[in-house]
Structures are given as structure tokens and as C-alpha cells.
Nanobody, 115 residues
């Protein structure tokens, strides 16, 4: 099983980034996919989640209206489009897959929002 995130980097406040997560080694279409983040000195928090068929999404209040989660089941991939980025969005972002008791984590990708 692998979840490989990409797309992180340094961006100025107000900028945009799109994170990608490539999944392999499991039946992707069964799994709810989510993005979490861990900021320095803070607990890990759920940022966004999407159902296995892509029909339902939910977001942390802090990112609603700015971030969009999506998935491509044909490509075994999940994405996080991040707009209007703020310094407080600086964190390591993790891809997560969950189905019943099965759950997997990616290694994380750093997002830094700074001028």
C-alpha cells in the first residue's frame, strides 16, 4: 500500500497550491479519502474528506470556501485545491485512506505560506 503526496511548497499569502495524492496497493474506490494537516506545535487536524464515490465532501471550518477536495477514481488519485492561502495554513499535509478498519497514511508534504 502506498499513498504518495506531491505538490507542496512555498507560496505567498493569497496564493494557490494543488496537492495530489497517488494511491496504490488497495481498492481505491472502496475508500473514503481525506487530507489532514499538522502545523508546528499543534495537533493533527482533519482538513477535508470525500466519500468513496466522490458524492459527499466535508471541510474544516477554517478552510471552507477556500479549499476543494476532489478525486479521480480512474486514476486512483485525490486532490486538494487550496486557494487564498494564509500563513496559518502552513503545515505538513497528509493524505489518508479509510475503509472499515483499514486505514493508511501518506508520508506528508510541506506547505509553507509566507511572504
Amino acid at each position: 500500500v502506498q499513498l504518495v503526496e506531491s505538490g507542496g511548497g512555498l507560496v505567498q499569502p493569497g496564493g494557490s497550491l494543488t496537492l495530489s495524492c497517488a494511491a496504490s496497493g488497495f481498492t481505491f474506490t472502496n475508500y473514503r479519502m481525506s487530507w489532514y494537516r499538522r502545523a508546528p506545535g499543534k495537533e493533527r487536524e482533519l482538513v477535508a474528506t470525500i466519500s468513496s464515490d466522490g458524492g459527499n465532501t466535508d471541510y474544516a471550518n477554517s478552510v471552507k470556501g477556500r479549499f476543494t477536495i476532489s478525486r479521480d477514481n480512474a486514476k486512483n488519485a485525490v486532490y486538494l485545491q487550496m486557494n487564498s492561502l494564509k500563513p496559518e495554513d502552513t503545515a505538513v499535509y497528509f493524505c489518508h485512506a479509510r475503509w472499515t478498519w483499514h486505514n493508511y497514511w501518506g508520508q506528508g508534504t510541506q506547505v509553507t505560506v509566507s511572504s
